[in-house]
Structures are given as structure tokens and as C-alpha cells.
């Protein structure tokens, strides 16, 4: 068995899975193709690169990736330790010098005596993932932009789930925030199947008693064409040209859809037919549909709206649909180029491959989105990397050499009251609509308690998650 863990990609998650296994005194072969090559949105040749915002959002503990980085300060996580010592003003939220972020990021990482950084890309010249782990432990944290090679090589390995490219997905809103005066139950057509066929079910589903599949928010003329007017003058985000060139049809951003005519949206997404409004007995003039996003269902992604909005633009603009007025976000949309694999099908909550356990997955690849998240998963990923590495080295010390065979017992699985630990069964259980997630309070499980106020519940669902850890049984 090797004496090091294999660690490939250098970003945010690589780079903090390597100093977690480094703080315990284990070697790490940390492999970076930069400077070598760079993917189409790098240029930097430092360690951890950031790409697009320096801000790593809120510092508040009632925002939830605020909640995050306060759970990762009391893990030791390096990245955000460094950071701190490398923000700007911002107000409450934290940004950093993109510069002087990685390249402290680099000169801790250089400068540790257990790490040795290799600047060759993996998939090429003799190096590959499945003869890595053969005779150890790997991780892979080669992050959205995977390069072609290494790309096959995961598809190898992880079958016929392989690889998905998300060019596009539409916001998600928390169940909580949507107000049900406003909204009521149902699939389309159901209800006027019930109407002809049962009016009591009818009626006790518009009433909300027995809930259909879709949240539905209707519209009358006058609020549908002033929305329709905002979205097509709302300000987008510039792709890259590599980007520009992956957008599809099947996921044409709904302002662009929009500008096709004043009507097109009451043909696509937000066609009202097969509804009644319960408010008004008739059918709506526009319908918006939101559709379950998790298992709980405390989170529901609005149908059809794949955005290229700016964030800030998209609460404005998507806060104008009734209902929606008072709607907290758990994600906002967004369309890039993101390679990512079906994490619910291949990977355990401790970030571990179930075909193979000597490798882990770290990273935007799994399914987490997001600078602090992609930070989360490097850090789960490197502890537990350590864990398997002491297990297998404890066979190899009394001859039984089937270390690929063999089932770690010893894994850290975080409660999942807690933001890490959320995130980890997030990507982690079954999902048949899967597609990346940003840390936000509607993965939590449940308060037992209804708190209305949105503030004084995030405070509760923080204050129960640090309540949770056990930093000392974690580090151990």
C-alpha cells in the first residue's frame, strides 16, 4: 500500500482535502495540471483559484453558507481561515483579494513538508485514477470543468450514470415562503378531471387537504404582462464563449423565451390550461408551477425558468409572480457549463465511491455548488480519506493485502443538522431530478416548532446545528 493519498485537482476542494490529511501527519501527492494547461476559465497559476464572484457570501450565522463557514472556522478548514485574513470590505458578507487568496492558498500547501504538488494532468502520460487506487486512496476534486481526458476516464469508472452537463436550472424557492393564500394544489388537467368525475376531491384538493404534485401561482392579465415586461429588460450575466456555444434549446433561459412575444410564456411554461383558480372559480390568465426539489419537501424549484439573470435581478423580477412576494431563495438559477456526476447513485454521505472505496469524490463534480460548499466536501473527503488510510494501513501491517476489497467501519457520516452534514446527504440520497446545490436552510431537516419569522427560524436552525457538533469527536 502506498504511504501517501492521491490527491487530484488543485481548486478549492483538492487544496483543503490536502491540508486536512497533511494536519495528520499523512503525505499527500497533490496533482494540479496548472501551469501545464488550464481550463477555459483559468489563467491563475496559484492553488485555488477563484474564477468568478471573491465573495464567499454572508458572514451571519442566519445565512446559510454563513452558518457553513462558521461550521468549517471550527473544523480548521485552511481556506477559510486564509480566507479571513485576505477579505475586503464588504459589509456583512465575506470577500477576498482573489490574488493574495491563492497564492497564500499555494505557499501554505507548498511549504508543508507533507504535501509535494506535481503539475501534471492525470488522464495523460501514464497517470490514471483506476491504477492510483489500487494500491491507495484517491481523491478527485477536478472540479466543473473537468478536463476531456480525465472526463473518460470518470466515465469509465462510474458506468452508465457517468457524467452530466448542466448548462441550465431554474431557482428554488423554500415551501415555507410561498404564500398559500395565493397558491393551491395541483396537476394540470387533474382538476377539472375531478370537477367531472368527484367535486368533493376537487374541492379538498384546491382546499390543500389532500396535495397534488405542483405548488400553482396564478396570474390574471395585468400582473402577467408586467412581469413578462421586467423579465425581458432585467439585466444577465455574461456567459463565456465556451459556454455560449453548450446552451441548448431544451433549456433556453425563460427571458429569452420571453422576447419571442408578449404571449409566449402563456404557450410554454406558464400555459394556464387544465386550471382552476380556487380564489376565482376560473381559469387563470397565466400559471407559474413549482415542483418538490427534495425528499422533505421543504424546497420547490419553479418550473420552466432557466435563467441567465443576474441573482440580484431574479429575486426582484421573480418576486413580482403572485405568491412569490415574500419568497427566500434557497438557489438561484443559473446556466453554465458544469460537469458533475449522479452523486446520489455513486456516492455514500462521506463523500466515498461505492464501486470503490479507496476513491472519494470532492467537489463542484459531486454535485455541491459553490465556493465554501466545494471547501465542505474537501474537507469530509480529506477526513475521511485519513480514517480509510488508517484502516488499510492497519491490514497491510498484519499481511492481509485485499485492501480494495475491504469496507471502512470507521468514516465520519456529519449529523445532518448540521450544513456540512446536510449538504452531504443532499448529494447523497436518491433523487431522480439531481442537479448541484448551494448550502441553504431548506436541506435542514425541520424545526420541530413553527417559527414564523424568517430570521428568529434560521437563528434557531443555526443554533441547533452548532449545537450538534463535536468538534473533538470529528478531529479525533
Not at 492521491?6 to 495528520?24: M, N, R, W
Not at 434560521?458 to 446545528?465: A, D, G, P, T, V
Request: negative net charge.
Amino acid at each position: 500500500m502506498n504511504d501517501y493519498i492521491t490527491v487530484i485537482g488543485g481548486g478549492l476542494a483538492g487544496s483543503e482535502a490536502a491540508y486536512q490529511i497533511a494536519q495528520k501527519g499523512i503525505k499527500v501527492k497533490l496533482y494540479e495540471m496548472k501551469p501545464k494547461k488550464f481550463s477555459p476559465a483559468h489563467s491563475n497559476n496559484n492553488l485555488a483559484e477563484i474564477v468568478c464572484s471573491n465573495s464567499f457570501k454572508s458572514n451571519l450565522i442566519t445565512n446559510a453558507c454563513g452558518l457553513l463557514k462558521q461550521e468549517l472556522r471550527l473544523l480548521d478548514s485552511l481556506l477559510i481561515n486564509i480566507a479571513d485574513k485576505t477579505s475586503v470590505p464588504a459589509g456583512q458578507a465575506l470577500a477576498v483579494d482573489r490574488e493574495k487568496f491563492s497564492q497564500l492558498v499555494t505557499e501554505e500547501l507548498k511549504n508543508n513538508p507533507n504535501i509535494e504538488i506535481i503539475n501534471t494532468e492525470v488522464g495523460t502520460e501514464g497517470l490514471h485514477i483506476k491504477e492510483m487506487s489500487q494500491n491507495g486512496i484517491v481523491i478527485v476534486a477536478t472540479g466543473p470543468l473537468t478536463s476531456d481526458d480525465l472526463a473518460k476516464e470518470i466515465i469509465e469508472l462510474t458506468g452508465d450514470e457517468g457524467l452530466h452537463f448542466y448548462d441550465a436550472a431554474a431557482p428554488i424557492v423554500e415551501k415555507d415562503s410561498i404564500d398559500m393564500n395565493i397558491a393551491f394544489w395541483g396537476d394540470r388537467y387533474d382538476q377539472e378531471r375531478a370537477k367531472n368525475e368527484d367535486i368533493d376531491e376537487w374541492k379538498k384538493r384546491i382546499e390543500g387537504i389532500n396535495e397534488a404534485d405542483y405548488i400553482n401561482l396564478p396570474m390574471n392579465k395585468e400582473e402577467y404582462e408586467k412581469f413578462v415586461n421586467e423579465l425581458v429588460n432585467a439585466e444577465v450575466v455574461e456567459l463565456h464563449k465556451f459556454e455560449k456555444r453548450e446552451i441548448f434549446e431544451g433549456c433556453m433561459p425563460i427571458e429569452v423565451m420571453a422576447k419571442r412575444g408578449l404571449d409566449t410564456l402563456r404557450f410554454g411554461p406558464l400555459k394556464p390550461v387544465g386550471f382552476t383558480d380556487p380564489r376565482t372559480g376560473f381559469r387563470p390568465y397565466a400559471v407559474v408551477q413549482l415542483r418538490q426539489d427534495n425528499e422533505e419537501g421543504t424546497i420547490y424549484n419553479i418550473v420552466g425558468f432557466q435563467t441567465n439573470l443576474k441573482f440580484g435581478e431574479q429575486k426582484r423580477v421573480f418576486s413580482m409572480i403572485p405568491g412569490l412576494e415574500n419568497a427566500d431563495f434557497a438557489k438561484y438559477g443559473v446556466m453554465h457549463r458544469n460537469t458533475y456526476i449522479n452523486s446520489p447513485e455513486l456516492l455514500d454521505a462521506t463523500y466515498n465511491f461505492k464501486k470503490n472505496n479507496n476513491i472519494f469524490f470532492a467537489g463542484q463534480i459531486t454535485g455541491v455548488e459553490g465556493y465554501v460548499e466545494s471547501i465542505s466536501s474537501g474537507l469530509v473527503a480529506g477526513i475521511n480519506a485519513c480514517l480509510r488510510f488508517e484502516e488499510l494501513k492497519n491490514i497491510t501491517d498484519s499481511n492481509q493485502t485485499n485492501i480494495n476489497n475491504f469496507k471502512s467501519k470507521k468514516l465520519k457520516i456529519f449529523d445532518i443538522h448540521t450544513m456540512i452534514g446536510a449538504l452531504a446527504k443532499y448529494i447523497s440520497t436518491e433523487n431522480k431530478k439531481f442537479q448541484p446545490m448551494n448550502a441553504n436552510f431548506g436541506i435542514l431537516p425541520e424545526l420541530s416548532e413553527k417559527i414564523k419569522d424568517k430570521k428568529d427560524r434560521y437563528m434557531k436552525l443555526s443554533e441547533r446545528s452548532l449545537e450538534k457538533f463535536n468538534v473533538s469527536n470529528i478531529l479525533q
